[in-house]
């Protein structure tokens, strides 16, 4: 089958990226369905996959894509054949339990990852557990697969870790990558106001466009003052940060008391200053939040499936255009997600 692959490691990663006509066909294993893919999105993850994640031990050439929609085609034993034609989309999260040992407790299920562990959904064809697929009925495909990944994240940080509640205040940093927009439009639909960052102008208007309340412009200096003077010298309740390190202090200083911090990735690096006596006096909350299970993907995949969230989707590829495709996302100028259309 066609798949993109990144044949070896390196930077830049798009150098290592090309369509193979030579790649096997998956078979469905007990449990897992074979989907023919309509369209996959990139995310960052495909980058530090291409980049080497410390850790990892990928065998080249390794098709990536943990966001795909598409229609199953095939299943493996102990799946029901009333699958077969359904348009589906993925969790690429698969849930790991541990060994049990004795006088050990069990730790919470880690996740094994559809397109960074194992072959993805970049290709024509690709095996998920029935398990990791939610039905979405005649949804577009280009949205679907622009949708499942960022969405499941942002809800997760949203909902689930930070509890946010109608009426609060969200700061969403970075805007322009796929989470942040994510939490801007979930942010909306809970009825949030809503303040976001970028280095970029042209973001910031954009953003606003959507519905964003405020645009703060980062010139790499302390933007907290600004911050906080949008809220009557308040602070937020709540800050989604998916940069990392440097804007962590900024953001922690733009907590209202009792705010909550949530990260989930660190594409700017890990390494991280923050003044703990603001943490603890004004008790604050630093919450670290991962992909979602499916029983949250299952919660948020209905905001897509019913028209109440539309992701943004920043440009769409034919496969043959990958590496072009590539060089969007590792330049960081994208607005929205970067999609394969694989019909």
Same mark, same amino acid.
């Given at each position: 089958?066609?798949?993109?692959?990144?044949? /070896?490691?390196?930077? @830049? #990663?798009?150098?290592? &990226?090309?369509?193979?006509?030579?790649? %096997?066909?998956?078979? =469905? *294993?007990? $449990?897992?369905?074979?989907?023919?893919?309509?369209?996959?999105?990139?995310?960052?993850?495909?980058?530090?996959?291409?980049?080497?994640?410390?850790?990892?031990?990928?065998?080249?050439?390794?098709?990536?894509?943990?966001?795909?929609?598409?229609?199953?085609?095939?299943?493996?034993?102990?799946?029901?054949?009333?699958?077969?034609?359904?348009?589906?989309?993925?969790?690429?999260?698969?849930?790991?339990?541990?060994?049990?040992?004795?006088?050990?407790?069990?730790?919470?299920?880690?996740?094994?990852?559809?397109?960074?562990?194992?072959?993805?959904?970049?290709?024509? /064809?690709?095996?998920? @557990? #029935?398990?990791?697929? &939610?039905?979405?009925?005649?949804?577009? %495909?280009?949205?679907? =697969? *622009?949708? $499942?990944?960022?969405?499941?994240?942002?809800?997760?940080?949203?909902?689930?870790?930070?509890?946010?509640?109608?009426?609060?205040?969200?700061?969403?940093?970075?805007?322009?990558?796929?989470?942040?927009?994510?939490?801007?439009?979930?942010?909306?639909?809970?009825?949030?106001?809503?303040?976001?960052?970028?280095?970029?102008?042209?973001?910031?208007?954009?953003?606003?466009?959507?519905?964003?309340?405020?645009?703060?412009?980062?010139?790499?200096?302390?933007?907290?003052?600004?911050?906080?003077?949008?809220?009557?010298?308040?602070?937020?309740?709540?800050?989604?940060?998916?940069?990392?390190? @440097?804007?962590?202090?900024?953001?922690?200083?733009?907590?209202?008391?009792?705010?909550?911090?949530?990260?989930? $990735?660190?594409?700017?690096?890990?390494?991280?200053?923050?003044?703990?006596?603001?943490?603890?006096?004004?008790?604050?909350?630093?919450?670290?939040?991962?992909?979602?299970?499916?029983?949250?993907?299952?919660?948020?995949?209905?905001?897509?499936?019913?028209?109440?969230?539309?992701?943004?989707?920043?440009?769409?590829?034919?496969?043959?255009?990958?590496?072009?495709?590539?060089?969007?996302?590792?330049?960081?100028?994208?607005?929205?997600?970067?999609?394969?259309?694989?019909?």
């Amino acid at each position: 089958m066609n798949a993109i692959t990144v044949d /070896r490691q390196g930077i @830049p #990663v798009a150098a290592n &990226v090309g369509l193979r006509s030579d790649m %096997p066909d998956p078979v =469905a *294993a007990p $449990g897992e369905c074979v989907v023919r893919t309509e369209a996959s999105a990139l995310n960052h993850l495909d980058l530090w996959v291409g980049r080497g994640l410390p850790g990892l031990d990928t065998v080249y050439p390794h098709i990536g894509g943990s966001d795909g929609a598409g229609l199953v085609e095939s299943v493996g034993d102990g799946v029901d054949e009333a699958w077969i034609g359904t348009r589906v989309l993925l969790n690429a999260a698969v849930p790991q339990a541990e060994a049990r040992r004795p006088g050990v407790a069990p730790a919470p299920p880690d996740i094994r990852m559809i397109g960074e562990h194992d072959h993805g959904a970049h290709a024509e /064809r690709f095996t998920a @557990p #029935v398990t990791n697929l &939610v039905p979405i009925g005649d949804t577009d %495909p280009i949205e679907a =697969a *622009a949708f $499942g990944l960022t969405h499941l994240t942002a809800w997760r940080m949203m909902v689930a870790r930070a509890e946010l509640r109608g009426g609060e205040t969200v700061l969403v940093t970075g805007i322009g990558g796929g989470v942040a927009l994510a939490a801007l439009a979930i942010a909306k639909h809970l009825g949030c106001t809503t303040i976001v960052t970028s280095r970029s102008e042209e973001k910031l208007a954009r953003a606003k466009e959507l519905g964003a309340d405020h645009g703060v412009l980062d010139r790499g200096e302390d933007w907290s003052r600004e911050v906080r003077g949008l809220t009557g010298k308040r602070g937020v309740d709540c800050c989604i940060d998916s940069v990392g390190g @440097p804007l962590l202090g900024f953001a922690v200083k733009s907590l209202a008391r009792r705010g909550r911090f949530v990260t989930c $990735g660190t594409t700017a690096g890990p390494i991280a200053k923050c003044d703990l006596s603001r943490v603890f006096w004004n008790q604050l909350s630093i919450l670290g939040s991962t992909m979602g299970d499916m029983t949250e993907f299952r919660q948020v995949t209905p905001l897509l499936v019913s028209g109440a969230i539309r992701p943004v989707v920043d440009s769409v590829h034919r496969p043959e255009a990958c590496r072009s495709a590539y060089e969007r996302l590792e330049s960081s100028s994208q607005f929205g997600k970067i999609v394969f259309d694989w019909r």
